[in-house]
């Protein structure tokens, strides 16, 4: 049978023949470089043909004793990242937004980012009709905008107002960021970057203006610096009362 | 017990004409905003990211409610046997099924993506109460359409009874499952309660009988077909009870509420300071939607009116929508609570009561999902023998002499 | 990172290639390049960059939308970010050389067929219609077709063992 009578089927059957194939060879010639090396490469970059995995539960910690209040790196950050406007309408989508807290009692003063929680027991999940908010087996909470009907069940169900709904015709996307008008969206995460063993695009402008508010790494991984950061020190998930077990810890609140 | 006739409505008059023609136009209306709100994005609504459920929610839930409840008269005849509600059992089935239909073209047509509501058929999340009530409410329109068939097709008429059971136990499921999609909404300060399950059968008993009571007198009065006190004054009475049972329910859930302190803040809201929330919840839902009809359902002297009983049948309506608008928009204007204890502040708008003013297509959209229950209620009328000729007292009373 | 499958050889296959695309549904008499004037108006596709696509172009015009389907549903459920059928790295070949898209008039690759047999695209609601744009590439400029031809060579640098994934694919 030549490729010009294939049926899509049998093509796809192949394709996944194809990546099991590579994955075995990818595989392989990992192992072949020195141990060391090999967990490193493991760590940074999942090969591109190889699927997310519940290895990993992808998390940040946030440490609200070093955010400043007024910077707002880590939000311009998200949306150039996302191709997100800028904007404070109501109607306008915010992926991250900083949060200025006053304790009510001693008048203590907080500031931090909040987006999704990534949580593990997600709300959004559970309520979504279609399945189209659903968690990925490394934790990360994402929207399906191809099953997505626009209900917005899933943001009467989110504890933190972390999702946005478009309410307008968008253009100029970013093409690793695909976004558009009728569906809800929130913090992917920057599953995009991620994926290339990248850093969140809030993390790293965190990092680079100094602050070094936010840590991004596995939750799973007891020797990643998040991992012994909350093994260490007080951290707080939001609205623990819940019991979601968010992804998202925060230091100082 | 006497021979009933059911016949068509004539449907020729220049007043049924006139009547489909406004609820048609309003029809259109609204199907031109919810293409306008395609178009354009949810943009040109008053709902926003924080308010993400606006006015075509308030009518749709409202109606699908209410449908549920508009059953209530059939079941009453074929579950609980009462032979005299047997007569009324047609009309009820019909309207459950035109405010079904009209309740959930609003809420598919506000959807982010109507075009793809297809795939809320397709893609199923079975822990989602959402994806229940899509079940929910196919089966009801089969229900209903069954139960129908077997009063209207005289070979069927021994399945009449259980036909009139699955309806009632779908319709209670429905009502459930309507209630639910906001009790089971626990990170929100207003919802999280499963006294609303209960709450909206209770209500839905309440809206349901208002409607079917002012659609029946509306259409034996323009067909000019007698209507017995009999009649009128047993529905009326149930209603007056149905009243009072959501009035009571209310009570319940508030108090509850009042009592954990973490809830005083949105209470707080809704019945001191909340602006137009609390004013729609005493003003609207309280006074004009449950004491007032009371009054004149009960009050010596006036509940023998017709026009008395009309006019409270459209104040439960209204106060109905009230509540509707209170419970689903207020409920959402409270700020969710991220950090007890803590005051927040955002760009985002944490911490601070949210605006929503509903902006015309999205009013449409809602009005004319009323009307297209009216339109399909009205049709039905025409072409299927939905009314008795005749509910006059010696027709419909047992105990007439 | 195998399967992206831009060859430098066979450059008679571009044009053959080409010329079908050209005639997009003529009948196959005329396929040999030859275009016969025909009654029936036929989409004219401006093919971008496109050099060898990632599957036999006639498979591809029945079956891309399969394709597309199986890989978003695996990209965004898994995280698998291979290129071969990704819409990205379809809309990174065969953007307009004119517009920078794969939108925009009744030439451009997606649009031209698409119009053609009047089957509305809901992909470019939500994704970018245009290359990735990186920090050299400036879209409108004249020169656009430079860069990107620098862009298409530096891509075959790096995956230079594509054909021998696809021929493995292609040997079953």
């Given at each position: 049978?030549?490729?010009?009578?294939?049926?899509?089927?049998?093509?796809?059957?192949?394709?996944?023949?194809?990546?099991?194939?590579?994955?075995?060879?990818?595989?392989?010639?990992?192992?072949?470089?020195?141990?060391?090396?090999?967990?490193?490469?493991?760590?940074?970059?999942?090969?591109?043909?190889?699927?997310?995995?519940?290895?990993?539960?992808?998390?940040?910690?946030?440490?609200?004793?070093?955010?400043?209040?007024?910077?707002?790196?880590?939000v311009?950050?998200?949306?150039k990242?996302?191709?997100?406007?800028?904007?404070?309408?109501?109607?306008?989508?915010?992926?991250?937004?900083?949060?200025?807290?006053?304790?009510?009692?001693?008048?203590?003063?907080?500031?931090?980012?909040?987006?999704?929680?990534h949580?593990?027991?997600?709300?959004?999940?559970?309520?979504?009709?279609?399945?189209?908010?659903f968690?990925?087996?490394?934790?990360?909470?994402?929207?399906?905008?191809?099953?997505?009907?626009?209900?917005?069940?899933?943001?009467?169900?989110?504890?933190?107002?972390?999702?946005?709904?478009?309410?307008?015709?968008?253009?100029?996307?970013?093409?690793?960021?695909?976004?558009?008008?009728?569906?809800?969206?929130?913090?992917?995460?920057?599953?995009?970057r991620?994926?290339?063993?990248?850093?969140?695009?809030c993390?790293?402008?965190?990092?680079?203006?100094?602050?070094?508010?936010?840590?991004?790494?596995?939750?799973?991984?007891?020797?990643?610096?998040?991992?012994?950061?909350?093994?260490?020190?007080?951290?707080?998930?939001?609205?623990?009362?819940?019991?979601?077990?968010?992804?998202?810890?925060?230091?100082?609140? | 017990?006497?021979?009933?006739?059911?016949?068509?409505?004539?449907?020729?008059?220049?007043?049924?004409?006139?009547?489909?023609?406004i609820?048609?136009?309003?029809a259109?209306?609204?199907?031109?905003?919810?293409?306008?709100?395609?178009?354009?994005?949810?943009?040109?609504?008053?709902?926003?990211?924080?308010?993400?459920?606006?006015?075509?929610?308030?009518?749709?839930?409202?109606?699908?409610?209410?449908?549920s409840?508009a059953?209530?008269?059939?079941?009453?005849?074929?579950?609980?046997?009462?032979?005299?509600?047997?007569?009324?059992?047609?009309?009820?089935?019909?309207?459950?099924?035109?405010?079904?239909?009209?309740?959930?073209?609003?809420?598919?047509?506000?959807?982010?993506?109507?075009?793809?509501?297809?795939?809320?058929?397709?893609?199923?999340?079975?822990?989602?109460?959402?994806?229940?009530?899509?079940?929910?409410?196919?089966?009801?329109?089969?229900?209903?359409?069954?139960?129908?068939?077997?009063?209207?097709?005289?070979?069927?008429?021994?399945?009449?009874?259980?036909?009139?059971?699955?309806?009632?136990?779908?319709?209670?499921?429905?009502?459930?499952?309507?209630?639910?999609?906001?009790g089971?909404?626990?990170?929100?300060?207003?919802?999280?309660?499963?006294?609303?399950?209960?709450?909206?059968?209770?209500?839905?008993?309440?809206?349901?009988?208002?409607?079917?009571?002012?659609?029946?007198?509306?259409?034996?009065?323009?067909?000019?077909?007698?209507?017995g006190?009999?009649?009128?004054?047993?529905?009326?009475?149930?209603?007056?009870?149905?009243?009072?049972?959501?009035?009571?329910?209310?009570?319940?859930?508030?108090?509850?509420?009042?009592?954990?302190?973490?809830?005083?803040?949105?209470?707080?809201?809704?019945?001191?300071?909340?602006?137009?929330?609390?004013?729609?919840?005493?003003?609207?839902q309280?006074?004009?939607?449950?004491?007032?009809?009371?009054?004149?359902l009960?009050?010596?002297?006036?509940?023998?009116?017709?026009?008395?009983?009309a006019?409270?049948?459209?104040?439960?309506?209204?106060?109905?929508?009230?509540?509707?608008?209170?419970?689903?928009i207020?409920?959402?204007?409270?700020?969710?609570?991220?950090?007890?204890?803590?005051?927040?502040?955002?760009?985002?708008?944490?911490?601070?009561?949210?605006?929503?003013?509903?902006?015309?297509?999205?009013?449409?959209?809602?009005?004319?999902?009323?009307?297209?229950?009216?339109?399909?209620?009205?049709?039905?009328?025409?072409?299927?023998?939905?009314?008795?000729?005749?509910?006059?007292?010696?027709?419909?009373?047992?105990h007439?002499? | 990172?195998?399967?992206?499958?831009?060859?430098p050889?066979?450059?008679?296959?571009f044009?053959?290639?080409?010329?079908?695309?050209?005639?997009?549904?003529?009948?196959?008499a005329?396929?040999?390049?030859?275009?016969?004037?025909?009654?029936?108006?036929?989409?004219?596709?401006?093919?971008?960059?496109?050099?060898?696509?990632?599957?036999?172009?006639?498979f591809?015009?029945?079956?891309?939308m399969?394709?597309?389907?199986?890989?978003?549903d695996e990209?965004?459920?898994?995280?698998?970010?291979?290129?071969?059928?990704?819409?990205?790295?379809?809309?990174e070949?065969?953007?307009?050389?004119?517009?920078?898209?794969?939108?925009?008039?009744?030439?451009?690759?997606?649009?031209?067929?698409?119009s053609?047999?009047?089957?509305?695209?809901?992909c470019?609601?939500?994704?970018a219609?245009?290359?990735k744009?990186?920090?050299?590439?400036?879209?409108?400029?004249?020169?656009?077709?430079?860069?990107?031809?620098l862009?298409?060579?530096?891509?075959?640098?790096m995956h230079?063992?594509?054909?021998?994934?696809?021929?493995?694919?292609?040997?079953?």
């Open positions: 049978m030549n490729e010009q009578n294939k049926t899509a089927e049998q093509v796809i059957e192949d394709y996944s023949r194809r990546k099991f194939l590579g994955t075995s060879a990818a595989v392989g010639a990992t192992l072949a470089i020195a141990p060391g090396i090999t967990l490193l490469d493991m760590a940074q970059a999942r090969p591109a043909d190889q699927a997310a995995s519940s290895k990993n539960r992808w998390g940040l910690l946030i440490d609200s004793n070093k955010c400043a209040t007024g910077c707002d790196d880590c311009s950050a998200c949306f990242e996302n191709a997100i406007k800028e904007g404070k309408k109501e109607t306008d989508s915010q992926w991250i937004r900083k949060i200025e807290l006053k304790d009510m009692q001693s008048g203590r003063t907080s500031s931090l980012p909040m987006m999704c929680q949580c593990a027991e997600p709300p959004c999940v559970d309520v979504c009709p279609t399945g189209a908010s968690k990925r087996a490394d934790g990360i909470v994402l929207v399906d905008r191809h099953i997505c009907i626009g209900c917005r069940y899933c943001m009467m169900a989110c504890p933190y107002k972390a999702r946005s709904f478009v309410h307008e015709e968008l253009t100029d996307q970013n093409p690793d960021v695909p976004r558009g008008k009728g569906c809800v969206e929130s913090c992917t995460l920057c599953v995009h991620v994926d290339k063993g990248e850093q969140p695009a993390v790293e402008a965190c990092s680079s203006s100094g602050k070094n508010a936010m840590i991004f790494g596995d939750l799973n991984d007891p020797n990643s610096e998040i991992s012994k950061r909350i093994a260490e020190t007080a951290t707080t998930q939001v609205r623990a009362d819940l019991q979601l077990n968010p992804g998202v810890r925060y230091q100082g609140i | 017990m006497k021979i009933i006739n059911y016949r068509e409505i004539e449907g020729r008059s220049s007043g049924f004409l006139i009547l489909l023609a609820l048609g136009l309003l259109l209306l609204g199907l031109g905003s919810a293409h306008y709100m395609e178009e354009h994005g949810h943009v040109v609504t008053g709902m926003t990211n924080q308010i993400v459920w606006g006015i075509p929610h308030v009518f749709a839930v409202f109606l699908i409610v209410a449908a409840g059953l209530n008269v059939a079941s009453i005849g074929s579950v609980f046997g009462k032979s005299f509600y047997k007569p009324l059992a047609p009309l009820s089935a019909l309207l459950a099924i035109g405010l079904l239909g009209g309740g959930l073209t609003v809420l598919m047509l506000d959807l982010g993506r109507p075009d793809r509501v297809i795939v809320a058929a397709t893609h199923y999340n079975f822990k989602s109460v959402f994806a229940w009530n899509v079940f929910l409410y196919s089966g009801f329109f089969g229900a209903v359409a069954i139960y129908i068939w077997t009063m209207m097709d005289k070979t069927v008429s021994s399945y009449t009874k259980p036909a009139g059971y699955l309806a009632f136990v779908v319709r209670l499921l429905l009502t459930t499952g309507t209630g639910s999609i906001f089971f909404l626990v990170a929100r300060q207003f919802y999280d309660s499963a006294l609303l399950a209960p709450m909206f059968i209770i209500m839905s008993f309440s809206y349901g009988l208002a409607i079917y009571l002012g659609v029946l007198m509306a259409s034996y009065k323009w067909t000019n077909r007698p209507l006190d009999a009649v009128i004054n047993r529905l009326k009475n149930l209603l007056g009870v149905f009243i009072a049972a959501v009035l009571l329910l209310v009570t319940i859930f508030h108090m509850t509420n009042l009592y954990f302190t973490k809830h005083h803040g949105v209470e707080a809201f809704i019945l001191l300071n909340g602006g137009i929330y609390t004013s729609l919840f005493w003003l609207g309280i006074i004009l939607g449950s004491l007032v009809p009371l009054v004149l009960y009050a010596p002297g006036i509940s023998k009116s017709r026009s008395a009983i006019f409270a049948c459209g104040l439960v309506i209204l106060g109905g929508l009230s509540q509707m608008y209170v419970t689903i207020g409920g959402q204007a409270y700020p969710l609570v991220l950090f007890p204890g803590y005051q927040e502040s955002s760009s985002f708008f944490d911490g601070v009561v949210h605006n929503y003013s509903p902006s015309l297509p999205e009013t449409l959209l809602g009005l004319g999902g009323m009307a297209i229950a009216g339109i399909i209620v009205t049709l039905g009328l025409k072409v299927l023998r939905f009314l008795p000729l005749s509910l006059a007292d010696s027709v419909a009373d047992p007439a002499k | 990172m195998r399967i992206l499958t831009i060859q050889k066979g450059l008679w296959r044009a053959l290639l080409a010329a079908m695309l050209a005639v997009g549904v003529m009948p196959p005329y396929a040999d390049g030859a275009v016969a004037p025909s009654r029936v108006p036929v989409p004219h596709i401006e093919i971008g960059k496109g050099d060898k696509c990632v599957a036999d172009e006639e591809m015009r029945k079956n891309h399969k394709m597309l389907m199986h890989h978003r990209t965004v459920h898994e995280g698998i970010r291979t290129t071969q059928y990704s819409l990205k790295n379809c809309i070949c065969h953007a307009s050389k004119k517009n920078n898209s794969v939108l925009g008039s009744n030439e451009n690759f997606c649009q031209s067929c698409h053609y047999a009047a089957v509305k695209i809901d470019f609601e939500c994704h219609n245009k290359p744009a990186t920090g050299a590439f400036h879209p409108v400029v004249a020169g656009a077709g430079q860069v990107s031809g862009g298409a060579a530096m891509r075959k640098e230079g063992d594509a054909d021998k994934t696809l021929s493995t694919g292609a040997a079953k």
